[in-house]
């Protein structure tokens, strides 16, 4: 039908009453007729808008087209497009831009056919339209994008949109998800079972194992994330927390589910990470204390109540921090490891051995085990410990002692057996290392008087407890005091006078020995000054050095600074070291003494014979004398194999062109004896007691009580 035939007769009352918004516009485009709901929506004073092109509504970029359009629809009336729905840009009188929608209609008026143009403002309706559409790209994109997994299924479960993360994340191709079930193709059939029962309970009604197991919570407006599994396409269970949300209409009705989910492996391996070394030792990867502790608790509880026993062992390698202070600690990380290593060879894989801190190893042996079984353990650790290893080019032996107690003859928590194996570990270093002892009530009674006086011996110094004496020491030759020997004493109050032998190893082990050492030597330089003023002749001042003071960085300071500020020439100063130091640190050694040296201090080995089996040493080092070991001495005369000793050794000294010194004189036979084999100097209780300064200071330096050995000069 024609626009003509449609046509009607145009009612200027109409258009005026009428709610919406309308004009005319004739043939020419020209506004004829507009109504105030027009005129309103436009922006235009009443009036303002008759006799308008149609166009100055419209957005100066449309003008043209419009117009063109325009008049090619009234020249031909057949093509004209009527009827409602035409979406348009308008133009208000402000020259704001805004959405419309109009309808045409062909009306009649008195100069012909018009177009009646009913308007409607459609800006809020686009502005929601537009809202609503950016809100759904903004959720695909999300929903794209997303690194968590996401599904949503509709209200029975099954898939309608997987989002890529999910498809990745569960080893699943593009689609391949889609309209399969969610529980089926997703959820572990027992997990789904455990969940339906518990919340079964919750609720007091039979739920299945199926979706509403996982969705009923949702349903119910409940939220809440679940530590889950979904099952991969390879059906390998993935951790994962997964979350489980209503999709609800604007009607508040259930039109589906979304489940979001995200990987737990990685979180779930950090945690295993975390706890692994919480309760494992970051060097070795043994069990650490407090894991030892807890499988000890458990095991205890265990026994309880049974004849089942329990041993515990501890085992501290002898040393250790001597070792580590000296070679650096790369190689005693290498040595730990070693020995970690080999108490786990030596026993069953089943034992739990943890390393307790510093060199300190527990083992714990669970099963019931008797004194036979323990022994056997414990020689074998000591044996596989002790193998002579190299490491860096040092030859090392490691010894371990090893304290064992036993559960419940000496104890029934943690901390009494862990206390008691600990005093019988310090009982074996306290007769003489390198071996086990299991623990008794006397050990206890020891320990208790080691830490007391351990305790006494760290005030030692600042209350001026300790002393020093001298023992002479004589050139068989001439009859003179040549030097003197320095002792270390210690009057405590209340107790007495403590034997060198109960203090210094704990001295050693608490590193005391430092300090104290370093005040013997300051004091003996001092005495040593006194001494040559008394004597009118040089007089050597003998001072033993331990270990640890060997191994100090800055021994050599030290010496020089004792020097210095006391006066005494460093020739008069004579260092005395133990062989046993030449086993394991004697390339470090060397340079150290090749140093004192230098300052012009003389260098004695003690106790010579007892210890390092290597005489290649004596030749290496800067070496002044040679002190044969008492024990020799005191046994030449009797002891073919003691004589042999004693005569190799000073021929060997006058071989090497350095001093010899017996020690342990006691008798004029023994002093004789070594007289005639050229041994030059003497030292024991034939010639002095060792006694304090004041009264070395009033004895005659030279021997009275006997006429010396002639000694051969050929």
Request: charged share 25%.
């Amino acid at each position: 039908m024609s626009t003509i035939a449609m046509s009607r007769k145009f009612s200027p009352e109409l258009i005026a009453n009428a709610p919406n918004a309308m004009l005319v516009v004739d043939s020419t485009g020209a506004i004829v007729a507009v109504n105030s709901a027009a005129e309103h929506i436009f922006g235009y004073d009443p009036g303002q808008l008759s006799g308008e092109a149609v166009e100055v509504l419209l957005p100066a970029r449309f003008r043209a087209a419009h117009s063109l359009m325009r008049r090619g629809h009234m020249s031909n009336p057949e093509t004209r497009m009527m009827g409602s729905g035409r979406e348009l840009k308008g133009l208000r009188k402000d020259g704001s831009e805004f959405d419309v929608e109009v309808g045409l209609n062909a009306v009649s008026t008195p100069e012909g056919i018009a177009i009646l143009v009913a308007v409607t403002d459609i800006s809020s309706r686009k502005s929601a339209e537009h809202c609503e559409n950016a809100s759904k790209e903004l959720f695909n994109a999300i929903f794209r994008s997303s690194p968590f997994s996401i599904i949503t299924t509709d209200t029975a479960g099954e898939i309608i949109a997987v989002n890529p993360a999910a498809e990745r994340l569960l080893w699943y191709g593009e689609g391949e998800l889609l309209g399969k079930q969610f529980t089926e193709a997703l959820h572990d059939p027992q997990l789904l079972k455990q969940r339906a029962w518990q919340l079964s309970e919750e609720f007091g009604e039979r739920i299945g194992p199926g979706f509403d197991a996982i969705s009923r919570n949702a349903r119910l407006g409940i939220s809440e994330e679940i530590d889950w599994h979904y099952l991969r396409k390879d059906g390998t269970p993935l951790p994962v927390m997964l979350t489980i949300t209503a999709l609800r209409d604007l009607d508040n009705r259930i039109v589906g589910f979304l489940g979001m989910a995200y990987d737990l492996s990685e979180r779930r391996r950090a945690q295993q990470y975390i706890n692994h070394i919480a309760l494992h030792d970051e060097l070795t990867g043994l069990p650490n204390r407090t894991m030892l502790h807890n499988q000890l608790d458990r095991e205890i509880q265990r026994c309880r109540g049974t004849e089942t026993r329990l041993a515990v062992m501890l085992v501290d390698l002898d040393n250790f921090k001597r070792l580590n202070d000296s070679l650096g600690h790369n190689i005693g990380d290498q040595v730990l490891l070693h020995v970690a290593s080999e108490i786990k060879k030596s026993v069953d894989e089943d034992v739990l051995v943890a390393r307790m801190g510093g060199d300190e190893f527990a083992v714990l042996l669970p099963q019931e085990a008797g004194h036979e079984d323990l022994d056997r353990i414990a020689e074998t650790i000591i044996q596989n410990v002790s193998n002579p290893i190299t490491m860096a080019h040092h030859r090392l032996k490691i010894t371990p002692s090893i304290g064992i107690c036993l559960c419940p003859d000496h104890g029934e928590d943690v901390d009494t057996l862990v206390m008691r194996a600990e005093t019988a570990m310090y009982a074996a270093k306290g007769r003489g290392r390198c071996n086990y002892q299991v623990f008794t009530e006397f050990m206890a009674e020891q320990l208790n008087e080691r830490l007391e006086l351990e305790h006494a011996l760290q005030r030692a110094l600042e209350l001026e407890q300790f002393s020093l004496h001298y023992q002479s020491q004589v050139d068989i030759r001439t009859g003179q005091t040549v030097g003197v020997e320095t002792l270390l004493r210690w009057h405590l109050p209340g107790t007495g006078n403590i034997s060198p032998t109960r203090f210094i190893d704990i001295a050693e082990e608490s590193e005391l020995i430092l300090p104290i050492g370093e005040w013997v030597l300051r004091k003996a330089c001092e005495d040593g000054v006194l001494l040559q003023q008394r004597y009118g002749t040089p007089c050597v001042v003998a001072v033993n050095l331990s270990p640890r003071q060997l191994m100090q960085g800055n021994l050599v300071t030290v010496v020089a600074e004792a020097l210095n500020d006391s006066g005494l020439s460093p020739e008069l100063l004579e260092l005395e070291i133990t062989e046993n130091i030449f086993m394991h640190h004697a390339e470090e050694l060397q340079l150290t003494l090749q140093r004192i040296r230098e300052l012009g201090v003389r260098i004695a080995i003690d106790d010579f014979g007892t210890g390092y089996s290597s005489l290649s040493y004596i030749t290496r080092f800067p070496i002044d004398r040679i002190k044969i070991d008492l024990s020799f001495v005191q046994n030449m005369l009797t002891d073919p194999n003691c004589r042999a000793v004693t005569n190799a050794v000073i021929a060997m000294a006058h071989g090497l062109g350095v001093d010899v010194v017996a020690e342990g004189v006691e008798t004029r036979e023994q002093f004789e004896y070594l007289g005639q084999q050229n041994c030059t100097h003497g030292q024991g209780f034939l010639f002095a007691r060792p006694q304090p300064l004041e009264q070395l200071l009033l004895d005659d330096p030279t021997l009275s009580q006997f006429d010396t050995v002639q000694i051969s000069t050929h």
